[in-house]
């Protein structure tokens, strides 16, 4: 199926590429950047471990947090690629499809379905909070979204200043798990932090192994990210730390509760990565590293929080 785009001009005024042809529901789900929804699983799943050890486990609240979040990792992956493609940040980048940078749809599309996809996340917790009475939630919700949209958009994005680690550390680690916990049991435990720890350190992961393999092209663009500020090799080095993190919290919640040391067993596809990354692979071999850093958060989120409820 084709159209013709009424303005075949991208928001930056450069000509646009693929005139005449509409992106198809594949390329809209690579866009999508499914291999991130660990960052956005992780949480809701150990979070809601540790609301059931303490007996505050709901289901239908962890489902609706569930919803919200992946709505929400999936607005900030199209903002992302609505504001790096009007930059033109995104044009010769390596890595999942962009939209907006590989000119197969109209900026003003892919940002619009960045705003609808915020939205749902708005209207969920929103829901979620009136069910609850967990009204304090509310601040941190919209942080989460306000975030969302900055970190690559905007005059001054934080995610050009370096700071986009530390922010998915903060709102995929520690917002999200310990918001699923209070949100359900009405308190939070140390035991949710320190899985509220391992899971940012393994969301931040992610996106240092992104940045590491946008280094050349970020740097040539003005993007200055973390990876781009550290150089090369201490933002592998960092990577290396972040991956091993959640392991080491596995080994001390397990000194009181020894089931937790079950986190331990997603160690191979980490493992596996961190070997990727120390071996000085680059541009399209690092996108493994991605994939199997995802799937080590996902299975330690999985043990953990299994661990945690029973």
């Known amino acids: 199926m084709t159209c013709v785009f009424v303005t075949p001009m991208s928001e930056r005024g450069l000509p646009y590429r693929s005139i005449g042809r509409m992106a198809t ?10 291999r991130t929804l660990p960052n956005a699983i992780a949480p809701v799943l150990v979070g809601s471990g540790a609301a059931a050890e303490i007996g505050g486990f709901v289901w239908w609240q962890a489902g609706l947090t569930l919803v919200m979040t992946i709505a929400l990792i999936i607005g900030v992956n199209f903002a992302n690629d609505y504001s790096d493609g009007i930059r033109g940040t995104d044009e010769h980048r390596v890595g999942p ?40 939630l509310l601040v941190a919700g919209g942080m989460s979204i306000v975030a969302a949209w900055y970190y690559t958009g905007g005059k001054r994005p934080y995610g050009y200043a ?32 320190g899985c509220a720890v391992a899971v940012g350190a393994f969301s931040s992961a ?13 740097a040539q663009t003005g993007k200055r990210t973390l990876a781009v500020m550290l150089g090369e090799a201490r933002t592998r080095r960092l990577y290396r730390v972040l991956v091993i993190t959640p ?8 000194v009181a509760r020894i089931p937790l040391a079950a986190g331990l067993l997603a160690l191979p596809p980490a493992v596996l990565s961190a070997r990727r990354v120390s071996s000085g692979a680059a541009g399209l071999s690092l996108v493994p590293v991605l994939r199997d850093t995802g799937i080590a958060m996902l299975l330690w989120a999985v043990l953990t929080g299994v661990a945690l409820a029973v």
């Open 25 to 34: 529901v594949a390329q809209w789900v690579e866009g999508a950047r499914p």
């Open 206 to 218: 992610v996106l240092v192994a992104n940045n590491l393999r946008d280094i050349p092209t970020d």
């Open 97 to 136: 499809l962009r939209l907006v940078g590989s000119g197969i749809v109209r900026p003003v599309v892919v940002r619009n379905a960045a705003f609808a996809a915020l939205t749902v996340a708005g209207l969920t917790g929103l829901l979620l909070v009136t069910a609850t009475g967990r009204w304090w």
């Open 162 to 193: 370096g700071l986009g680690e530390i922010a998915v550390f903060v709102f995929f680690g520690l917002v999200a798990v310990l918001g699923t916990t209070y949100l359900q049991a009405g308190t939070v435990t140390a035991t949710a932090l």
């Open 247 to 254: 392991f080491v919290v596995s080994v001390v919640l397990a």
